[in-house]
């Protein structure tokens, strides 16, 4: 059996896998690690999820060595969280909040089929190949702009955080809810949630099936049994190019991992950004170990 296909397996059995992320990083080669065990940022909610069990990362320190040993070719910022209990986080470099892209697609197409109270097609293509006028469609189902925005802020307060999901477009030529401010912290901490929320399975397995476009990052992770992604990526709003993922491995104990990632800059590109962000996950996948983990009770 194909790792994918038995990320496929392992979703539907765990109702838990992983997704991905989009924004801006920065850092160069001053690098922090925080772990944290208390309460999330501020603009971290209490959310309505199933009870979990986690366990924080058994060596931060070593993680934050190897991090500084790291050579990447351009900024990145990374949050790394335990599924089920958020607050047990390690962050690399300095957290930024950047727009969405196409990360903000997966509480889009969840909060979508809960509205229209079942499947759409049109989630496959969102999720599996990042379609635009497919998104489009999922966020016009769900009425007016005002009503669109008030039904993604509900699955992302769910999860944890709370966004203002814009309602006119704020860029020429780019989806209105794809220019949602994220911070790299609050996606890591969404993405620690989602297999916990009512109605993600569907949503997590199409992101463990992602089409070639959005193969970098952590789906090259070798490791996990089940790995679910979600990408994002555009323009910077004065040069370079912004790529950002939202991803939740599976290991072989069944433990969850959500990871959140960004990278961006001057003079850099949708190449150098998915080469950077590949780079850096398989440097995680050899700190597997180090990572916390946890699951949903169910």
């Not at 970098?216 to 992770?221: C, I, L, P, Q």
Request: with cysteine.
């Amino acid at each position: 059996m194909s790792k994918r296909l038995s990320a496929m397996v392992a979703i539907l059995a765990c109702g838990a896998v992983a997704l991905s992320a989009c924004g801006q990083s920065s850092g160069g080669t001053t690098v922090t690690v925080t772990v944290t065990s208390s309460t999330p940022t501020s603009t971290s909610t209490t959310s309505a999820v199933s009870p979990t069990v986690s366990r924080p990362a058994p060596d931060a320190a070593a993680l934050k060595q190897g991090w500084k040993k790291l050579k990447v070719s351009q900024p990145v910022s990374v949050s790394i969280a335990a599924v089920g209990n958020p607050s047990a986080r390690i962050d690399l470099g300095t957290p930024l909040t950047e727009v969405a892209w196409s990360t903000i697609k997966v509480p889009l197409a969840i909060a979508a089929e809960r509205h229209n109270n079942g499947p759409l097609t049109a989630t496959t293509a969102a999720i599996q190949q990042s379609d635009n006028a497919s998104a489009e469609s999922l966020w016009a189902s769900l009425g007016t702009a005002q009503q669109a925005s008030a039904a993604v802020e509900k699955v992302l307060a769910e999860g944890g955080v709370t966004l203002d999901v814009p309602t006119t477009q704020l860029r020429s030529g780019f989806t209105v809810f794809g220019q949602t401010q994220w911070s790299v912290h609050d996606a890591a901490t969404f993405a620690a949630q989602l297999p916990c929320l009512p109605d993600s399975s569907r949503v997590l397995g199409f992101m463990a099936t992602v089409a070639g476009n959005q193969q970098w990052g952590a789906y090259a992770m070798s490791t996990p049994k089940a790995t679910a992604v979600k990408g994002g990526w555009g323009p910077g709003v004065s040069s370079g190019y912004v790529v950002r993922q939202l991803a939740v491995i599976t290991g072989k104990d069944g433990r969850q991992t959500a990871i959140a990632m960004t990278t961006s800059g001057p003079g850099t590109s949708l190449g150098s950004g998915e080469s950077t962000l590949t780079q850096v996950a398989k440097w995680l996948n050899t700190n597997l170990k180090s990572l916390p983990s946890g699951t949903c009770a169910r």
